[in-house]
T-cell receptor, first 116, second 112 residues
Framework: GAGVSQSPRYKVAKRGQDVALRCDPI?????LFWYQQALGQGPEFLTY????????KSGLPSDRFFAERPEGSVSTLKIQRTQQEDSAVYLC??????????????FGEGSRLTVL | RKEVEQDPGPFNVPEGATVAFNCTYS??????FFWYRQDCRKEPKLLMS???SGNEDGRFTAQLNRASQYISLLIRDSKLSDSATYLC?????????????FGKGTMLLVSP
């Protein structure tokens, strides 16, 4: 597709459920980022992939969060045993160059997670 | 001190007004700076890069002050469509690799 695609757009989970969020980046983009954006806040960095390598996962808030990009294209962010504080919009972004060094990240529309 | 700080606003201005936002960053060795725009319930999009010499794109002017560690965005002749949240973004110093850091954003509301 022409842009970054994320699914599902909306997810409601009961506390304790596991969820999986998918990101399909722009074809050929080396870098892939996951951000978490709570209401009224800016995007907070979660993790970064360069191709299939996860080079930075320092932003993942707990070991309940796990991300992968096994073939260097599609990525999945998995949250185990969801908690209410996990409720947020999860944004995926891709960039043609490593580390987003050009400054231009292309974002998907996000997956809005609500944990009840 | 947070890496990137912005006044959350909202800034309420009438159409046609000039408005300016500042953003401060903590790491003096930061290498690149950008402004992103985010409409309500939409994804962030790159508005413009910020160059050391300052740069202008139509009604928008971005400036960098390395000595005081802040960047600014000036919007002239505000339009209703300028209503959005403006995110300040900083690329930290290179250390093998580095990733963009976003501020919390400044909300702008332009009224008729």
């Amino acid at each position: 597709g022409a842009g970054v695609s994320q699914s599902p757009r909306y997810k409601v989970a009961k506390r304790g459920q596991d969820v999986a969020l998918r990101c399909d980046p722009i074809s050929g983009h080396v870098s892939l980022f996951w951000y978490q954006q709570a209401l009224g806040q800016g995007p907070e960095f979660l993790t970064y992939f360069q191709n299939e390598a996860q080079l930075d996962k320092s932003g993942l808030p707990s070991d309940r969060f796990f991300a992968e990009r096994p073939e260097g294209s599609v990525s999945t962010l998995k949250i185990q045993r969801t908690q209410q504080e996990d409720s947020a919009v999860y944004l995926c972004a891709s960039s043609l160059v490593p580390s987003g060094g050009s400054g231009e990240l292309f974002f998907g529309e996000g997956s809005r997670l609500t944990v009840l | 001190r947070k890496e990137v700080e912005q006044d959350p606003g909202p800034f309420n201005v009438p159409e046609g007004a000039t408005v300016a936002f500042n953003c401060t960053y903590s790491n003096s060795a930061s290498q690149s700076f950008f402004w992103y725009r985010q409409d309500c319930r939409k994804e962030p999009k790159l508005l413009m890069s910020v160059y050391s010499s300052g740069n202008e794109d139509g009604r928008f002017t971005a400036q960098l002050n390395r000595a005081s560690q802040y960047i600014s965005l000036l919007i002239r002749d505000s339009k209703l469509s300028d209503s959005a949240t403006y995110l300040c973004v900083v690329l930290p110093p290179v250390s093998g690799y580095s990733t963009l850091t976003f501020g919390k954003g400044t909300m702008l509301l332009v009224s008729p």
